[in-house]
């Protein structure tokens, strides 16, 4: 499982590398380039799978989120 994913700032395009937690799915996050809360998309279960280059462990492990 990886646990580390680079978020882009859709707004900014500012990009980070993150750890995720491996317990909880994480529903926002501020972009340290602007300042944006990012939120998940409609249908994403967090900032990892929606803005992520690697989708939250929950959904690497058994294709559920939390």
Do not use: W
């Not at 990886?2 to 978020?7: E, F, K, P, R, V």
């Not at 993150?18 to 998940?40: H, I, S, V, W």
């Not at 992520?52 to 690497?60: A, E, K, Y």
């Amino acid at each position: 499982m990886q646990l580390i994913s680079t978020l882009t700032c859709p707004t900014c395009q500012h990009s980070a590398v993150e750890t995720m937690p491996t317990n909880a799915c994480q529903f926002f996050y501020d972009c340290k380039g602007c300042g944006q809360r990012l939120k998940p998309k409609p249908g994403d279960c967090c900032v990892f799978c929606s803005y992520g280059t690697v989708p939250c462990p929950p959904i690497q492990q058994n294709g559920k989120c939390c």
